[in-house]
């Protein structure tokens, strides 16, 4: 995240500022999703600690998302998705007012990895109950799928997301599979460049920042940063 900015926005009329900056990878910056900490005394349920996500270019996709929100009340209660608690405004643009759930995306952490069962129980369970919920996700990435202090894995990003489909358990398996194993293997290849970093640099300590630059490049380029981000590698 960036260093700390004060912003300011309005919420049901009222005007309430917060400390915070928007969320970044190594090589991509999320300029539309704002982390913050509310300023002053707490205001009866809004949690302290938000997520202000602003309309981009897509209007379709900011109008989608705050249809989810709006609607999908039953996996927000059961802690599967944010809490929606509003539309706010920042400088005149239209920002979704959601709890910040914490944690890091899994791209972050590819030593998730280590353990492949749990790894896709949790996955399997998560988007399984989205889907059962008539969702469908429709953009699930390792940027998408968030790893929570509790444990807990939760989905976020819901631009793309088709809502009320039909929920055919047969079918949902399927495609839930194949989502787990798109998914996994991405982090399987993640840590394993992970690894191999480790394992080079432990041999070469005294590496010159060229040398360690051009591993990097060699390694991350293709696994640990290679994610498409809106089109951008990273």
């Known amino acids: 995240m960036t260093s700390s900015t004060s912003f300011e926005f309005q919420l049901e009329s009222q005007t309430l500022r917060g400390q915070g900056g928007s969320i970044r990878l190594p090589c991509h910056e999320y300029a539309n999703i704002i982390r913050l900490s509310l300023e002053g005394q707490a ?34 209660k059961r ?8 539309l706010a405004s920042i400088g005149g643009t239209p920002a979704l007012v959601l709890s910040d ?12 990895a280590q353990d492949e069962n749990t790894l896709r129980d949790k996955l399997t369970e998560l988007l399984g109950a989205i889907r059962r919920a008539g969702v469908v996700h429709e953009d699930i990435t390792v940027l998408n799928v968030l790893h929570c202090p509790d444990g807990r894995f939760r989905l976020v990003d819901f631009e793309e997301a088709e809502m009320n489909q039909p929920v055919d358990e047969a079918k ?29 640099e432990s041999r070469n300590k005294q590496a010159t920042p060229t040398q360690y630059g051009a591993l990097v490049r060699q390694n991350l380029s293709s696994a640990v940063n290679a994610v498409d981000v809106r089109g951008a590698a990273c």
């Not at 802690?79 to 509003?86: D, E, I």
């Not at 890091?104 to 998730?112: G, Q």
């Not at 399927?174 to 080079?200: N, S």
Request: glycine share 10%; hydrophobic share 35%; aromatic share 8%.
């Open 43 to 76: 205001i009866q349920g809004l949690p302290r600690n938000l997520i202000l996500k602003m309309q981009g270019d897509r209007h379709d996709f900011f109008q989608t998302e705050q249809i989810f929100y709006e609607n999908e009340k039953g996996l927000q």
């Open 79 to 86: 802690g599967l998705v944010p809490q929606y608690h509003g």
């Open 101 to 112: 759930l914490g944690g890091a995306m899994i791209h972050d952490n590819p030593s998730l």
């Open 172 to 200: 949902i398996k399927d495609e839930v599979a194949v989502q787990v194993d798109d998914l996994v293997g991405t982090m399987k290849r993640r840590y394993e460049a992970k690894m191999k970093i480790q394992e080079w």
